[in-house]
C-alpha cells in the first residue's frame, strides 16, 4: 500500500487565499523532499529538510518536516495563479534502501 | 549539464509489442530511478539503482517488465510484451549519493509518454 499519503488530494482556492498540504509517512524518512509537477511537466525539486523539528521558508512558501522525521507540510500564503500543479513530497529510509514518493496534492488556483 | 535526457519523448505502439525506454542521467550521478506516472495511480516508483545496481525494484508491476544500467550513463526499461493498460507517462530522475547540499535531491527528466493502443 501507499507508504507516504498526502491530503488533500486536491485543493481549489482563490488566489491570494492560503494553501497547506500535509504528508504523512509510516516509516521515518532521513530527509523529506518536497517537488512541484506544473501541469504536463515534469517533477521539479523545491527543498529538502534534514533535522527533526526543521522549519524552512522559501518566500511565500513554509516548510515543516516533524519532529519524529515521519510527517510533513507545505503551506503557500497568499497563493498566486503561478503557484497552480501537484505538490509531492519524497523521501529515503534512514538506511536508503526505499525511496518513497507521496500521493500528491493537485493545486488550482482561480484568478 | 544537459540534465537527465530520455527517449523517446512519445512512444505508440500496439499490444504485445516490445518497447523500449531510454535514460541518460546526469554525468556524476550515481542513483537513477524509473517512475510511472497515470491519472489512477498518480506517480510510483518501479525501480531504483545505486552505482548501477538495483536496490528497490518493488515497484515494478510484473515480470513483463525489466530494467537494466549497463554503465553509469545509461539505463532502460523494457516492456515485453506491452498491454494498453501500460499506457502512461514514463519518467527517469538522477541524483547523487554523494556530501553536500545536492545530496539525494533527484532531477527529473521530461518523461516519456507511451500509448499502447
Known amino acids: 500500500g501507499q507508504q507516504v499519503m498526502q491530503i488533500p488530494q486536491y485543493q481549489h482556492v482563490q488566489e491570494g487565499e492560503d494553501f497547506t498540504t500535509y504528508c504523512n509517512s509510516s516509516t521515518t524518512l532521513s530527509n523529506i523532499q518536497w517537488y512541484k509537477q506544473r501541469p504536463g511537466g515534469h517533477p521539479v525539486f523545491l527543498i529538502q529538510l534534514v533535522k527533526s523539528g526543521e522549519v524552512k521558508k522559501q518566500k511565500r512558501l513554509t516548510f515543516q518536516f516533524g519532529e519524529a522525521k515521519k510527517n510533513s507540510s507545505l503551506h503557500i500564503t497568499a497563493t498566486q495563479t503561478t503557484d497552480v500543479g501537484t505538490y509531492f513530497c519524497?523521501?529515503?529510509?534512514?538506511?536508503?534502501?526505499?525511496?518513497?514518493f507521496g500521493s500528491g496534492t493537485k493545486l488550482n488556483v482561480k484568478p | 549539464d544537459a540534465g537527465v535526457i530520455q527517449s523517446p519523448r512519445h512512444e505508440v505502439t500496439e499490444m504485445g509489442q516490445e518497447v523500449t525506454l531510454r535514460c541518460k542521467p546526469i554525468s556524476g550521478h550515481n542513483s537513477l530511478f524509473w517512475y510511472r506516472q497515470t491519472m489512477m495511480r498518480g506517480l510510483e516508483l518501479l525501480i531504483y539503482?545505486?552505482?548501477?545496481?538495483?536496490?528497490?525494484d518493488s515497484g515494478m508491476p510484473e515480470d513483463r517488465f525489466s530494467a537494466k544500467m549497463p554503465n553509469a550513463s545509461f539505463s532502460t526499461l523494457k516492456i515485453q510484451p506491452s498491454e494498453p493498460r501500460d499506457s502512461a507517462v514514463y519518467f527517469c530522475a538522477s541524483s547523487s549519493s554523494g556530501t553536500g547540499l545536492a545530496k539525494n535531491i533527484q532531477y527529473f527528466g521530461a518523461g516519456t509518454r507511451l500509448s499502447v493502443l
Open positions: 519524497a523521501g529515503p529510509t534512514p538506511n536508503f534502501n526505499k525511496f518513497y
Open positions: 539503482f545505486n552505482n548501477n545496481v538495483p536496490i528497490d
